[in-house]
């Protein structure tokens, strides 16, 4: 790893870039260089309000801000489009994204391997960085082994852009490696109300709550003969998230590709 990471923020006035603020702040190791907001051009981080004292520059443009600021790497923490866009331009500007932002398809990570390996450096995709999420995820793989018949339940506060989460789908993706095809209920079952048996990959149903008071939310529901096994992991709050974002950053500068969720970067 590098002595000093130089580190742009992407959404430090959001709840999940608030923090990454804080963590790359007391952090000795990782240098806060600039942060992009939609936003505050031209302020510097320590005048927004409950920021350390950073005296990187804001940009409302991230072009702008890649073209300017010499850095390793890229926390992007904002909205689905500005995300992908931010991608894009990170690598074309030779600093390495870590996206926690989700709403990314399977096609646009095959999309962004391609151009991360083109360009050789690497990228880290993480759905959740919370380890528990990435636990449940890996134990329903696991499970799904033996229980073919699941059902995912998401749960997040009604802030949330996107659905199904990141964390569903990613924990779908990985229950579909192992699991035979299957289209989950009866047969002949039918829906009086338009999604009441919730969205479907593969087969593989899942259920997506939003309410305010909630952080993020999962259960994996399997159902064998006689048994129910649920797996769940709950965020309670924002905090969860940022021991995996330093381990995306560290191992972010040793891969020459794009890694899709933290499992893989977790030893
Ligand atoms: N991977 C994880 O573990 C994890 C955890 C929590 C949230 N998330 C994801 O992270 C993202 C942010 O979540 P949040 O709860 O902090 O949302 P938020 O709405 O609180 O913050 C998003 C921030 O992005 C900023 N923004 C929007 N467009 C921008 C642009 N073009 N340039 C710069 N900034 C821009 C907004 O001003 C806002 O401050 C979401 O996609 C969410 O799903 C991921
Ligand atoms: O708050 C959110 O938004 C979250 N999104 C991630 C997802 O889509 O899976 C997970 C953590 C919180």
């Known amino acids: 790893m590098a002595a000093n990471t130089k580190i742009i923020i992407a959404g430090p006035r959001g709840k999940m870039g608030k923090e990454a603020v804080h963590l790359v702040h007391e952090t000795e190791e990782f240098q806060l260089v600039a942060a992009v907001d939609s936003k505050n051009n031209g302020l510097t981080i320590k005048e927004l309000p409950g920021m350390p004292d950073e005296n990187a520059f804001i940009y409302d443009d991230m072009q702008t801000c ?147 008071g909630l952080v993020a939310h999962q259960e994996v529901m399997f159902g064998g003969s006689g048994q129910t096994l649920t797996i769940r992991h709950d965020s309670i709050n924002r905090q969860s998230f940022m021991p995996g974002v330093k381990l995306a950053v560290e191992n972010v500068l040793r891969v020459n590709t794009l890694v899709y969720g933290l499992e893989n970067i977790m030893e």
Do not use: C
Not at 119 to 127: L, V, Y
């Open 66 to 212: 890649l073209e300017e600021m010499e850095a390793d790497v890229l926390i992007d923490l904002t909205t689905p489009t500005a995300g992908k866009h931010h991608l894009e331009l990170a690598l074309d500007h030779h600093v390495r994204p870590v996206v926690g932002t989700t709403g990314f398809t399977p096609e646009d990570i095959t999309r962004l391997r391609k151009k991360a390996e083109e360009k050789e450096i690497g990228a880290i995709i993480a759905p959740n960085f919370a380890v528990g999420a990435v636990l449940m995820m890996k134990f329903s793989q696991m499970a799904a082994k033996y229980f073919s018949d699941v059902e995912i339940i998401e749960m997040h506060h009604d802030n949330k852009l996107d659905a199904p989460s990141g964390t569903a789908a990613k924990t779908a993706a990985l229950i579909n490696e192992v699991r035979p095809h299957k289209e989950q209920g009866h047969p002949e079952e039918q829906e009086e109300l338009e999604g009441a048996r919730g969205a479907q990959v593969d087969g593989l149903r899942v259920h997506s709550v939003r309410l305010p």
